[in-house]
């Protein structure tokens, strides 16, 4: 059974996340992430468009079920704890 007050709370968290690990990852490792943005412009311009929105989708969704995970693990501890 989903626990929709966790659900809207990882994909919140997830879309932040998603948001902020740019931001940072262009504060601490500018050459890098410029070198990244590069590499995904140069792929949108190519027959492998996709592959920059398949990774993103796919680091979201990582990120989205692991926090899910992590609040039903700790849901399920407490309970456990509780009773």
């Given at each position: 059974?989903?626990n929709?007050?966790?659900?809207?709370?990882?994909?919140?968290?997830?879309?932040?996340?998603?948001?902020l690990?740019?931001?940072?990852?262009?504060?601490?490792?500018?050459?890098?992430?410029?070198?990244?943005?590069?590499?995904?412009?140069?792929?949108?311009?190519?027959p492998?468009?996709?592959?920059?929105?398949?990774?993103?989708?796919?680091?979201?969704?990582?990120?989205?079920?692991?926090?899910?995970?992590?609040?039903?693990?700790?849901?399920?501890?407490?309970?456990?704890?509780?009773?």
């Amino acid at each position: 059974m989903i626990n929709k007050k966790q659900f809207m709370l990882s994909f919140l968290l997830s879309i932040i996340v998603c948001i902020l690990l740019p931001v940072f990852m262009f504060i601490n490792h500018y050459e890098d992430t410029i070198q990244t943005f590069d590499t995904i412009l140069v792929l949108l311009q190519t027959p492998y468009w996709f592959l920059p929105l398949f990774f993103g989708i796919m680091f979201f969704l990582l990120v989205f079920f692991g926090l899910y995970l992590i609040f039903r693990v700790v849901n399920f501890l407490i309970r456990i704890i509780t009773h």
